[in-house]
């Protein structure tokens, strides 16, 4: 198909939703408006265009209209952005001559009660993705081979159930484990719920199948500690303890690793595909002013009473009193303590319950006439069969107490005092007890935040690492080929930590079960006749993808691409425009910029927001129905740092109030490494030069938002709108 942008022919697909668009913007209209733009022959409505007919009507549509280009009015393209792409392939359209506006997160989601402006701004958008389309041009894809075995970090029950997946399919792995045993912190439990079957039974064969499996190499008291490359080509540096061995076939474990000595070293693997199951630790009460009366010398955690009832374990020695080492004949459990807390861990850890009643069923077995009262706000037993051990536990007797604890303290006896709010009464509950056990929560594990800064992958408000979509993509992360398994990614218990291992190491196999990758065709490509040889975007580039070469007598710049991430830091940086983003053109960028600012410039905020996590909080404000002020006009980039001074510019001289650039925050946060702090260092120079002109620096302001951080910007866009448009101008819907 042979492409004139002078003279094309756009097909416009505007997605009703169901309720969720069509409930707030006319759909209707906003296809009708767009037939009359130019080079748009054809505008229709469909219910669902993500279904499998919706898709089939635009593939049909590209055909019997010979159409060159498509526009996707809908949701979020990083939700679908594949999906049409796909569509247009399938109909014989280059993938990168379509595009998605997003007037469902940001419109119909976050101007619920706007009516007529709502759909304004929705046609708005629109007319920006045509501007955008026209200047589009088609790409080819990279194609990668993929090298290398698959790496699981973590030895827990989700990364040995991912190993062992990954290994039967014929995959080569390698298991990294930070501690020198492989097990997690499963290995410290000696039951499980809800049958009582013994951990052993379920633990050890998975660790023993891990050791002897010949597509497996265990690497025990490893780290890694840095990551290059990209999917179907990373190369991991892992760091491995003197005390470790390598086990595996070829590689015997010694009896003894506390026998072998030598210095730590660094090995290099070449991977395709990297599964993190990293787990969790538990909450530490100690020192925490919330729990003065942790303590107290006879108030134990949960964790120590599960090695106190473990008679396999290393601290087996039953139940007893730290302060005498006489076993109590009274227990009680206080719950949720680093769970659900109004200052601190708002979560619920799922498991804390049942590890109650499990230990209190541990205790009744051993001791039959204890006395065990459990302190609760309420009881969560989702589990199968939960419910029912939760039931047999009252009727051996457990007494469960809803209402919050207030205090705790000992007598001079030994004598422990509970104080309570009992919910039921209405009044203050004094209870006595031997032994107080605190039901801790899970919190994210010891490392997480270096592997997090290793891999450039976000973590949530909890601390957890966050996934790509909680619906759509649960096991994956912003970063291809980097998925995740167990409670790394927030609290669960064994079995479903199991299955989420599974899961990963099935999404896994997709890459290391090929042999060519196909990759984005967005890279950056240097125009040599602009090139002024200055090696700026060499210096800023943050995978070091751009490098200078001899060119007769001058200096010119030339892009890796297979090194290339697409971010667009060397356009951002470049004075004379020699290097282009393919797919986020200077032009194509201004063309949605302008098309914004054709009416009532003064009254639109041009945001300039990267995609992985200043646009994924747009989306996030929009899942949430945050509601903010309708003048904002989002211009999607990969990355904070593609935002060059002149874009920005251009974009004020073409009369906006205000522009926005908001990134990841620094200094880990950025999914290219570095790409944030270029666009940092870039603005601030551009607010110093914009002084020396006269001109009001405020009117660009740099803001770092998180993927889960809508109500953030609805915060910075309010004040924006106030100080540069006034309340009054705005509506919020």
């Known amino acids: 198909m042979v492409l004139n942008p002078k003279d094309p022919r756009v097909g416009v697909f505007v997605c009703h939703c169901g309720h969720n668009i069509a409930g707030v913007v006319d759909v209707e209209r906003v296809a009708c408006e767009a037939t009359e733009l130019p080079g748009v022959v054809v505008g229709e409505v469909d219910l669902f265009c993500c279904s499998e007919p919706g898709q089939q009507k635009i593939r049909e549509a590209i055909k019997s209209h010979d159409l060159d280009r498509v526009v996707v009015a809908a949701c979020s393209p990083r939700l679908h952005g594949t999906t049409f792409m796909r569509v247009a392939e399938d109909a014989g359209l280059n993938p990168y001559l379509i595009r998605m506006t997003n007037i469902r997160e940001q419109v119909s989601w976050v101007h619920t009660h706007l009516g007529d402006a709502a759909t304004d701004k929705a046609s708005e958008l629109l007319r920006m993705a045509v501007s955008r389309v026209k200047l589009a041009e088609p790409l080819k894809k990279r194609r990668v081979k993929v090298r290398g075995e698959g790496v699981v970090v973590g030895g827990g029950v989700a990364g040995l159930t991912a190993a062992l997946r990954m290994a039967d399919a014929g995959a080569r792995v390698v298991l990294v484990e930070r501690e020198f045993h492989l097990g997690g912190r499963l290995k410290n439990s000696q039951v499980l719920l809800p049958g009582m079957e013994k951990t052993r039974c379920v633990l050890s064969p998975l660790i023993s199948r891990a050791v002897a499996h010949p597509n497996i190499r265990v690497m025990t008291g490893a780290q890694v500690r840095e990551a290059t490359g990209s999917v179907g080509n990373f190369t991991l540096s892992i760091e491995v303890s003197g005390r470790a061995m390598s086990q595996g076939p070829g590689n015997p474990s010694p009896k003894n690793l506390a026998d072998v000595e030598s210095e730590d070293s660094l090995i290099d693997v070449e991977t395709a595909a990297v599964v993190l199951a990293t787990g969790f630790t538990s909450f530490d009460p100690a020192g925490d002013p919330r729990y003065p009366f942790a303590e107290l010398a006879d108030v134990v955690t949960t964790v120590q009473v599960e090695e106190m009832l473990n008679s396999e374990g290393p601290a087996a ?12 004949k009274r227990v009680a459990f206080i719950q949720c303590v680093g769970s659900r807390e109004e200052e601190g861990n708002r979560y619920c850890s799922k498991v804390c319950c049942l590890v109650t009643m499990k230990q209190a069923r541990m205790i009744l077995d051993r001791v039959p006439d204890a006395s065990i009262h459990v302190h609760h706000r309420d009881v969560r037993v989702v589990k199968k069969g939960g419910e029912e051990f939760y039931r047999g536990l009252r009727e051996a007797g457990v007494i469960f107490l809803r209402g919050p ?109 090929k042999d060519i990758l196909t990759l984005d065709a967005r890279v950056a490509v240097i125009d040599e006749d602009l090139c002024i040889g200055c090696g700026v975007c060499a210096t800023e580039c943050p995978f070091g993808a751009v490098a200078l070469f001899e060119e007769g007598e001058e200096e010119k710049a030339r892009v890796n691409r297979d090194v290339c991430k697409g971010c667009g830091v060397c356009s951002g940086a470049c004075p004379s425009g020699a290097a282009v983003s393919l797919g986020f053109t200077d032009q194509e960028l201004m063309a949605e910029a302008e098309e914004a600012l054709r009416h009532d410039p003064s009254r639109k905020i041009v945001a300039f927001m990267c995609n992985w996590c200043a646009y994924a909080g747009a989306d996030f404000a929009g899942v949430a129905r945050i509601q903010y002020p309708e003048n904002v006009r989002i211009v999607r980039v990969m990355c904070s740092g593609r935002v060059s001074r002149s874009l920005v510019l251009d974009t004020l001289e073409k009369g906006a109030a205000a522009v926005l650039v908001a990134g990841c925050h620094p200094p880990g946060d950025c999914h290219y490494i570095s790409g944030n702090l270029r666009a940092r260092d870039r603005i601030m120079k551009l607010k110093k030069r914009m002084s020396r002109k006269g001109m009001d620096p405020d009117r660009v302001r740099l803001e770092c938002i998180s993927a889960n951080q809508g109500a953030k910007l609805a915060r910075v866009l309010e004040e924006m709108v106030d100080r540069f448009i006034g309340r009054e101008e705005a509506r919020v819907g």
Request: net charge negative; proline share 7%.
């Open 405 to 513: 604890v207030k205090d705790v303290a000992a007598d001079p006896s030994g004598v422990l005092r509970i104080t309570s709010e009992a919910e039921d009464a209405g009044s203050l509950l004094v209870t006595e007890a031997d032994l107080v056990v605190l039901s801790v929560g899970m919190e994210p594990s010891t490392g997480s935040e270096e592997l997090r800064s290793v891999f450039k992958i976000p973590r949530g408000d909890d601390g957890f690492f966050l996934e790509a979509h909680p619906k759509l993509r649960p096991l994956e992360t912003v970063v291809d080929g980097v998925f995740l398994a167990g409670a790394c990614q927030g609290p669960r218990d064994a079995s479903e930590a199991a299955t989420s291992g599974a899961g990963a190491a099935g999404k896994a196999l997709t890459i290391l079960k």
């Open 317 to 328: 020695r039953g139940l007893v009193r730290p302060s005498d080492g006489k076993s109590p």
